[in-house]
């Protein structure tokens, strides 16, 4: 593609062509044209580089008109305040999720290096974005989890550009920022220079003096490395390794078994913030490595054979070695009534948000906790096991009359599943399909009513358990996908009276009161009233920061878009918890438009 300047020196021969007057045939009326040309050009771009940066790299050709133009430091202090006033118009407002800022950021980063290798302008743009991400408190997360993607999601991704250089609009689809695990795999964005002085690298055949409107304290930049640039802007360093750490040691507790991205990422960042401040990380890491050697050998002297190699946590790959042994482990303990049981064993002061949850267990599970913890009581003396069993994964099949269902969950899940089993506490004396209450699941599990609750919504996501309509309280196992609900027999412990949710009843026309039992339901109340705190943040936020007024349409849009774990209401609910703070004096509503109440 030939240069902007080419392309005016051809105009200007075409243009002298046709020109009657020989005096405007003068060298200095045709330097005088095109420095107008190169004006206009430059106006031209300046007003679409926010787009230029959006549609980045297919928009190269758009730079380079904007690289040839954009040469004076007017021009250059132009460039930067337009672009800094379309950032706050186009980017950086409420309605742009932290997800489409960080990758705007990302191409900006790399467009404005294409365009000034300095990173002046850059460093001219970006404060305002900075300061606006810092208030995000998602942002760290967002850029955590785009380091450590699977390299599933990253080859996904890949497929669809040409090469990790070549990041597109289209990889923007995913719901993770897997842009920057591609270009932790681009050894570009790795390389460092290895001289002290750059101005002493005389191999680099693409070195430029430093830009005139460069400021005193200018250092030059080693290369574009836009995942340093994206981790320094997040603020402190101790805010970043705490939610690194946290993030990390999900993916180990997890069913993953490659963990070479989590030591990739890790390595990258022992070089930037130093091999202690992520010293718990690399104890995190040994411990699953080490548990795996240590639950092989734990499994193996129960089973009276020799050790055999360590087995892979989760399930395996097809390619891992392991994969015989382990599964020949879970056979051998089935073929002895064991439950096939691993365990990883942690270093506790090194592993973050570990709270001890205790809950009953199905027996067989306590069974096989106690034999583990003998073994490695004879492996391991003076130490001593204490189990998280909230931490817990389990595989669960269930045989129902007109299907199989098997199901990877937490434990606290499995333990609520097996407590429906027919004669599990020695008080069922029904016909029909198991049912138990909230309340009689808590007593009897001696678990908190929270996770009860999480663990009853989650079976009946899978269609196992379900709801009475006559009680919503209660929850029974559906043997069959037809089976019909009605009012079970109930034992007369848990024939208490029910409660109505209000003194007055069902109103006439409207819907149907909710039942619930006295004292069941205090940790949905209470997780239903921070609901409802966080959205009236929300609501009192945009309202005071956004638009003064609103429609019922405009917020439910906007609390969708900005509320990161989803905003689970309909409409109509919106407009009844608005109806509320109306009659509370708190907002007023004038032609369809909520507004907050002056005080």
């Known amino acids: 593609m030939p240069s902007l300047r080419v392309v005016l020196d051809v105009l200007t021969e075409q243009a002298l062509q046709i020109l009657p007057n020989p005096e405007q045939k003068h060298i200095s009326f045709q330097n005088q044209w095109k420095e107008v040309a190169i004006g206009h050009i430059a106006a031209l771009r300046i007003s679409e580089l926010f787009d230029i940066v959006l549609q980045w790299p297919a928009s190269k050709g758009a730079l380079d008109d904007l690289k ?75 850029v955590v989890t785009g380091l450590l993607a699977s390299p599933e999601e990253v080859e996904e991704a890949q497929k669809r550009t040409s090469s990790p250089k070549e990041l597109g609009s289209e990889t923007g689809r995913s719901g993770k920022l897997v842009e920057l695990a591609m270009l932790l795999n681009d050894p570009d964005q790795q390389r460092r220079v290895e001289v002290d002085d750059e101005d002493l690298d005389w191999d680099d055949m693409k070195w430029v003096p430093d830009p005139v409107d460069a400021g005193v304290n200018y250092k030059r930049p080693r290369s574009e490395d836009v995942i340093g640039t994206v981790i320094s802007t997040l603020g402190a360093e101790d805010v970043f390794i705490k939610e690194f750490q946290t993030i990390i040691a999900d993916n180990l507790l997890s069913t993953q078994t ?11 960042l022992k070089k930037r913030f130093g091999e202690s401040a992520l010293q718990n990380c690399e104890v995190m890491i040994k411990d699953i490595f080490d548990s795996r050697k240590v639950d092989t050998m734990i499994r193996m002297v129960e089973l009276g054979k020799p050790a055999l190699a360590p087995r892979v946590f989760g399930t395996p790959a097809p390619t891992t070695s392991h994969v015989d042994a382990g599964q020949q482990l879970d056979m051998d303990e089935e073929e002895q009534g064991l439950l096939p049981y691993q365990a990883r064993i942690l270093s506790r002061l090194y592993w973050p948000n570990i709270v001890q949850e205790t809950f009953t267990l199905p027996r067989p599970v306590v069974e096989q906790q106690a034999r583990y913890g003998r073994g490695y ?53 029904h016909s029909g399909p198991a049912h138990r209450t909230v309340q009689e699941l808590h007593e009897h599990l001696q678990m908190d009513e929270e996770l ?70 205090s940790a949905m109340d209470a997780k239903e009233n921070e609901r409802r705190a966080m959205y009236w943040q929300f609501i009192v936020g945009m309202l005071t920061n956004s638009m003064p007024n609103a429609q019922l349409g405009q917020l439910a849009m906007m609390m969708r878009m900005l509320i990161t774990d989803g905003f689970s209401w309909s409409d109509q609910d919106l407009q009844e918890f608005l109806a509320e703070k109306v009659e509370l004096g708190e907002l007023e509503v004038a032609g369809g438009k909520y507004k907050l109440v002056k005080k």
Request: proline share 5%; hydrophobic share 40%; with cysteine.
């Open 377 to 429: 009581e004879c492996l391991k003396s003076a130490r001593k096991l204490t189990w998280l069993h909230q931490l817990g994964q389990a595989t669960v099949e269930l045989e129902l009359e007109d299907r199989t269902v098997n199901v990877e969950c937490r434990t606290f899940e499995a333990a609520v599943i097996y407590a429906f089993e027919d004669g599990d506490d020695g008080k069922e004396d």
């Open 258 to 268: 490659n963990f070479t991205q989590e030591q990739r990422v890790l390595d990258l």
């Open 68 to 142: 040839a133009s954009v040469t004076t430091p007017e021009r250059r202090r132009q460039l930067t305040d337009y672009f800094s006033a379309a950032l706050q118009k186009r980017l950086l407002h409420p309605a742009r999720s932290t997800l489409d800022i960080l990758r705007v950021y990302i191409s900006m980063i790399r467009t404005f290096h294409a365009l000034d290798h300095s990173k002046v302008l850059l460093s001219r743009v970006v404060p305002s974005l900075q300061l606006y991400l810092i208030q995000r408190e998602d942002a760290v997360r967002i």
């Open 452 to 521: 009860v609750l999480q663990a009853l919504e989650f079976w009946e996501s899978q269609q196992v358990l379900a709801r009475y309509p006559h009680d919503q309280d209660m929850f029974v196992v559906l043997e069959r996908r037809d089976q019909p609900l009605g009012r079970p027999e109930l034992h007369p412990a848990a024939s208490a009276p029910a409660v109505m949710q209000d003194d007055h009843g069902a109103q006439p026309g409207g819907k149907p009161t909710a039942l619930k039992r006295a004292g069941t339901t």
